[in-house]
């Protein structure tokens, strides 16, 4: 029997970023992304949810094993990010805008390659407790 089930781990990192758009000018930047673009930066206690969506193995009786899930998300992910300026310190955001979309779309292009092909992958991001982005959607 074909039985399809979502199993998700939760994470957690600690990062600092701002949010700025290199073409525009100081003024529209403060007007668009406010306090959120403090050239200071400031931090979030991002807690990531990662979804995958698969059949259960009649031997294991898991879709994916939640260690391999997590060691997956802390290698490839967390040690990226935690404790990172994710405008300074992380390749991806070099140009990208490290929103809590965009973090949640490059957290999926990390993790797609390396989850099994026919398997459905969903990305959960707090970036605070109340805003929170899910991509695919
Ligand atoms: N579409 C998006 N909007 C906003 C993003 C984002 O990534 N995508 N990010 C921010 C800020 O970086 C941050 O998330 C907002 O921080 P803050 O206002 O402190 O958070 P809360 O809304 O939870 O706090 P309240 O006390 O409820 O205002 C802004 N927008």
Known sequence: MNFKVAISRREHFNSAHRLHNANWTDEMNLKVFGKCNNPNYHGHNYELEVKVIGTVNEDTGYVIDTKQLSDLIKEHVLNKFDHKNLNLDVAEFKDL???????????YNILRPLIEENYELKIKLYETPRNFVEYPY
């Open 97 to 107: 805008n490290p929103t809590a979309e965009n973090i949640a779309i490059v957290t």
